[in-house]
Structure formats: C-alpha cells, structure tokens
C-alpha cells in the first residue's frame, strides 16, 4: 500500500470524493505541514497554525495510479484560489499536495508539470509532509453521517469522479 495526503480545502468532501475511487483503501481527515503538534480544529481555523485541512489517502497501486487520484483531486479543487476555496477562507484551506517517498514525489512533480501550463495562476502547494495529525472523530466521513453537509465539492464533480473511477484503466 502505498499513501499521498491531499489538501483540498474543507476535508469532507475531498474525502468522500477520494474514497469514490476504486482501490482507495483508506481515508482519514487530518491537519498537516503546521507549525503546533496535535491541533484542535479550533486552533487550525484560528489562522495560526500553519496546518492545512488534508485527507491521508491510503491506496492499492496494482489497483489506482497515483495519476489518477491526482486527476481526481483536480476535479474537486480550484489552483488559481490562495487560502480559499469556494466559500472556504482561511489558510487552513489553503491547496496542496504532500508526499512520503521519492517515487511518489517524482509522479506529482512530473504530473503538475503539465497541470500548470492549464491556469494563469497556480497556487496548489507540492512538497514532502512534515506532519499529519488525524482530525477529530466527528470529521471523519462526515459527509457519509451527515448527507446533507455542506460541501465544497459539487454534485457534478462527484459524478465527475465515480465517472472517472469506472473509465479509468486499470493498472
């Protein structure tokens, strides 16, 4: 098994919306890159932290490229946006993509490469994760316990995804 950790703005839909993916294995909310150890989701909305919302994507790669998830993380996210996405402000909602081996980080790096060349501006950070704390219980697949929760991610881009999950090659 292999992990990348997402960060998406608000983590609940960026995790229902991975978790669609055939040969995702695992989701988990969580705070990463910050500057504090074990922060409340209260300290990370305070602006102070340094810590992103991100989601721990724990994969099959003989089951999902790496591409692919990357791919899906761009359905549901906006790069040209700076601590924001949607009506998500904060840096807490800041992008980024954060990875744990070389292997990984060379994919990502070659992936958003050509990513780049789409928009006018890019803000999505890449780099290796420094930290990752799991969020607080009640923020784990909430948009599963709580189906009408606000979200980010759009019906259409959920489609967008569960789409993806059946076209995309196998590996």
């Known amino acids: 098994m292999k992990e990348i950790y997402l960060a998406g703005g608000c983590f609940w839909g960026m995790e229902h919306a991975l978790g669609m993916l055939h040969g995702i294995i695992e989701t ?3 705070y990463a890159n910050g500057t504090t150890e074990k922060p409340t989701y209260q300290e990370v909305c305070s602006d102070t932290t340094g810590h992103r919302e991100t989601v721990r994507v724990v994969y099959d790669p003989d089951k999902v490229r790496l591409s692919t998830i990357l791919k899906a993380y761009f359905i549901c996210i906006d790069p040209t946006q700076k601590d924001r996405q949607a009506g998500d402000i904060g840096t807490q909602y800041q992008t980024g993509i954060y990875t744990t081996d070389e292997e990984s980080a060379e994919t990502v790096r070659d992936y958003l490469k050509e ?7 890019f ?6 994760l420094k930290s990752f704390w799991p969020a607080e219980q009640y923020h784990q697949k909430y948009l599963m316990k709580n189906p009408g929760g606000y979200c980010h991610v759009s019906v259409g881009e959920f489609e967008a995804i569960r789409q993806l999950s059946e076209t995309e090659e196998n590996v």
Do not use: D, I, Q, S
Request: aromatic letters at 18%; glycine letters at 12%; a neutral charge.
């Open 28 to 30: 988990e909310t969580g």
């Open 115 to 121: 990513e780049r060349k789409k928009y006018p501006v």
């Open 123 to 128: 803000y999505t950070e890449y780099g290796p």
